[in-house]
């Protein structure tokens, strides 16, 4: 797999060329980079027009993803969703697939704040399913996979949930937080038996197209070989790219249908000035995946089920998660994730989040063997197996479904005002109510807050909310 733009930028690095283009920093500066950070000149291409070097690039991602069309991002999935909402919108309206004006999107209740920030700038209207076994069951707000039933369940009680039509698509966030996995494939034949797009947030899983042996594509469980018609993958959060880099990729049968409209959505929320470093770094990790990444990710897999097991074995639960992730429920073992994650940075681990239930570790093949030698360093002297107390137990987050009464930015641009948390029962959320990571809204605006919410606040240290004035 070739290189172009990091060759682009290596050959203009040497050709000692003045700089008398942006950035201010003319090659060199305080952090070292600057001599590789460049903006659109000649030859360089333009990211949201891409004909030249990113489009070659692009197509080398494309390729390697078995996708129809890849575009980059520099600023993550965040960017990636605006976009993809925007051009299922477009297509609906452009082929009248919903009837205008009430074209919504369906999607699990666990989604990341950038989906619903999407809504609110694109002006769509959103249902979240909420499934009957979390309403009293559900502890954490990351948790809320939906099924294929639970996708179909509300196609076939379309009238019963206030709807005429079906929705412009439906949208499903697999991974989680926690490391659950949707089962996309199923609710992939849900979506096309009723002629609907399903676009999936797999921020955290683009390591998934490169789970089959020997570098075929046969194990691969990326949305896009599963069914999904677009995802984004956030390539920062498990491939060594920088932190921004991410991709849209369109499947194959929907790359005529929505490639145009994705471009210009891209074009419409994305900066003027994308980073070359975070190009250069996407264009690079290409030839890395290329370059045997199947075989890495496979040791990396097998070293971080070792570990697992380990942990398991000294009494620590563990859950079953995709492979990437190590979580612990810390309260299954009466300590809070908090105190977990703490305790762990003594052994040198820094975790990628803790709350008041479970710690999670993001793992990839560019940990050394010393970061799983830590992890085991730990479970072999943590109070959670030495210092075992009862189980903490939480009361559901959802004790009904949270109620709507206003399209999410009807809400967002209401008059608003700031107010304490703790008397926010009653009120409608204007604005995202989340603690960040994991970035997954406790109040969804336009919900009318109820009193398991403030709770939440209180758990996640939400101390002010907006919400619409009176
Ligand atoms: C599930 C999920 N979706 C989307 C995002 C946004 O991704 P990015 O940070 O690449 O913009 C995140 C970020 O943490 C996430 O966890």
Known sequence: VDTPVYDFIEA????????????????????????????????????YGACGIIARSQDNAARLFSAGQTFYSTEGSSLCIKAMLMAVLMDARQNKHGSYGGEYILAARNVHRAMVDACALIGIDADFIMPGRYINRCTNICSGMVTPQDIENYFLNLGKNGRKDYPVAVYITSPGYLGDIAATRDIAAVCEKYNVPLIVDNAHGAYLAFLGKNGTDGGSLHPIKLGAAMCCDSAHKTLPVLTGGAYLHISPRYKERYAAYVQRALALFGSTSPSYLILQSLDLCNRYIADGYNKKLEICINLASEVKEYLIHTGIDVLDTEPLKIVIDAAASGYTGHEAGQEMRRYKIACEYADMQYVVLMVSPCNSPADFENIKRWGQDTCLVKNKRERLVFPAIFTEKP??????????????????????????????????????????????????????????????????SL
């Open 12 to 47: 203009y690095k040497a050709s000692g060329m003045s700089r008398f283009h942006m950035p201010g920093h003319k090659g060199a500066g305080f952090s070292g980079c600057e001599d590789a950070d460049i903006t659109e000149i000649e030859g360089a291409d333009v990211l």
């Open 403 to 468: 109620c709507r009464c206003m399209p999410v930015r009807k809400a967002v641009f209401s008059p608003s005002e700031i107010i304490r948390a703790e008397d926010s029962a009653g009120r409608i959320c204007a604005s995202e109510t989340v603690s960040c990571p994991p970035a997954v809204p406790v109040a969804i605006c336009g919900e009318i807050i109820d009193e398991n919410m403030v709770s939440l606040f209180r758990m996640y240290n939400i101390e002010n909310v907006c919400v619409v």
